[in-house]
């Protein structure tokens, strides 16, 4: 009973004595203070001696036990549990849509081992408790996987995209991929790669709170993406996840553009040099642009090839040109991606380091650390010297997004491609990744269509 809490010494000592186990009430008096809560497990970092109460309140409170203090059980928890209601019936002339779970805040729980998250919901479970779900499309469901985002990988990318090609061979409508929120530019940067024009909308979503907070942002999330997946004209891979902090709008962001610009705000992604594709408002969806691929037209593309020997790196004051050498021998890189400051620079001894990248046939890139604008490495002599030793000015492409397509472009191209022929692929818009307007973008123009 007792291990199940995670302590030790005299803590564990006094709640088996009392038979005192996960969430039973007790009162605890130390030096004259008088506390009722119910017991918590122990934070894994905490310190051995100290009990975990969570308050009436909400809050949870750390009590350090010593040999004056006093420990009653007054009441023993009842075993949590999760009993979803029944899936809803398929409903005729609704489109059908696929929810394909692959971890992340929207499909976790408390996990009170660590006081974090930690994945337990399917997305059959998400389903059944957001039921507003069925009035938007006949939703089936399935795991895929179950990744914290962070430990996301290229194998996970194409195994993902793969499952998605499979899915539109069976017909479905729409697809909607649960998935972690730290990472989630990355996965659909990679998606929209692997899966271009496809014939239908691909919404990847996640949730900043996990599903058991009162504040989560996951039921209105996966509402709004299923909504999309469904109905929605244009056929992309986007990302839906709140506009702001509040609960009435939710922002459709093209896979390319989208970045996480807040650790922990609901409203954390932005469309960055773009505009967002739609919002979702209490009055519908509204679309915000032009010039998107539109459902059921031609020209779907599949090709889930990646090439892993691609790395992003961050240019700061005093940095060692020698780190890119070192960087390609020891990790037989095939191309860089560079943050540079402004307008693409870095500091112009790497000049020599670029020419000898350049002979060696190893793509570099160079994208900007500042988030809106485009690099323009004609203004300074700097940059030109720079691009004279082969650094590739990549126009206003996100770093995150650049270092995705070179790695899709390598594993397209394959290993004897040419120095110009990666240039020249990386330089071609493939899905809506470069050129467009530079600046934030106004989310409510007035003639916005409602569909």
């Not at 969570?54 to 809050?59: A, I, V």
């Not at 962070?150 to 061979?169: C, G, P, Q, Y």
């Not at 509204?286 to 539109?294: A, D, P, V, Y």
């Not at 491609?417 to 470069?434: F, H, P, Q, R, W």
Request: proline content about 6%; some cysteine.
């Amino acid at each position: 009973m007792v291990s199940e809490l995670g302590y030790g010494g005299l803590v564990a000592e006094m709640l088996n004595r009392l038979g005192v186990g996960l969430g039973d009430e007790v009162e605890v008096v130390r030096n004259g203070l008088r506390l009722r809560g119910f017991v918590m497990a122990r934070y894994e970092y905490g310190a051995p001696d100290v009990l975990v109460l969570k308050l009436p309140n909400g809050y949870n409170i750390g009590v350090r036990i010593d040999v004056s203090t006093q420990i009653r059980k007054l009441s023993s928890a009842v075993a949590p549990s999760f009993n979803p209601p029944p899936p809803a019936q398929p409903r005729e002339n609704l489109p059908r849509v696929m929810i394909v779970n692959t971890g992340g805040t929207i499909a976790s729980r408390i996990d009170y081992r660590t006081g974090g998250v930690k994945p337990a919901l399917t997305a059959s479970d998400l389903v059944s408790i957001v039921p507003e779900i069925a009035e938007k499309a006949n939703v089936s469901t399935e795991v895929l996987m179950q990744v914290v985002s962070e430990n996301m990988t290229s194998a996970h990318w194409t195994a993902i995209a793969r499952k998605v090609d499979e899915l539109f061979r069976k017909g479905f409508d729409g697809i909607v991929i649960t998935h972690g929120t730290d990472t989630m530019g990355y996965t659909a940067a990679a998606l929209s790669f692997a899966l271009q024009n496809p014939p239908a909308p691909v919404v990847l979503v996640g949730a900043q709170r996990s599903s058991d907070r009162p504040s989560s942002d996951a039921a209105l999330n996966l509402l709004t993406a299923v909504e999309v997946a469904a109905w929605a004209p244009f056929a992309e891979v986007v990302v839906a996840m709140h506009g702001w902090h509040g609960d009435d709008n939710v922002l459709i962001h093209r896979g390319t553009r989208v970045v996480k610009l807040h650790t922990s705000s609901r409203g954390a992604f932005q469309s960055i040099n773009a505009s967002p594709i739609a919002v979702k408002t209490p009055q519908g969806l509204k679309i915000l642009t032009t010039g998107f691929h539109k459902r059921g037209e031609d020209g779907y593309v599949f090709q889930p090839v990646f090439d892993e020997r691609v790395m992003l790196v961050k240019f700061f004051p005093g940095m060692k040109p020698e780190v890119l050498e070192l960087l390609v021998e020891r990790m037989g890189l095939r191309g860089v991606v560079l943050e540079g400051t402004g307008l693409g620079h870095v500091a112009s001894s790497f000049v020599p380091v670029l020419k000898g990248l350049r002979e060696k046939g190893v793509f570099v890139g160079m994208t900007s650390q500042c988030r809106f604008g485009r690099v323009n490495m004609n203004v300074y002599e700097n940059g030109r010297d720079l691009m004279r030793a082969g650094a590739v000015p990549l126009d206003n492409m996100l770093p995150e997004t650049a270092m995705v397509k070179l790695m899709w472009v390598l594993g397209k191209l394959g290993e004897k491609a040419s120095y110009e022929t990666v240039k020249n692929l990386m330089l071609k818009d493939i899905c809506g990744e470069i050129g467009g307007r530079t600046g934030p973008q106004p989310l409510f123009a007035g003639d916005a269509e409602i569909v």
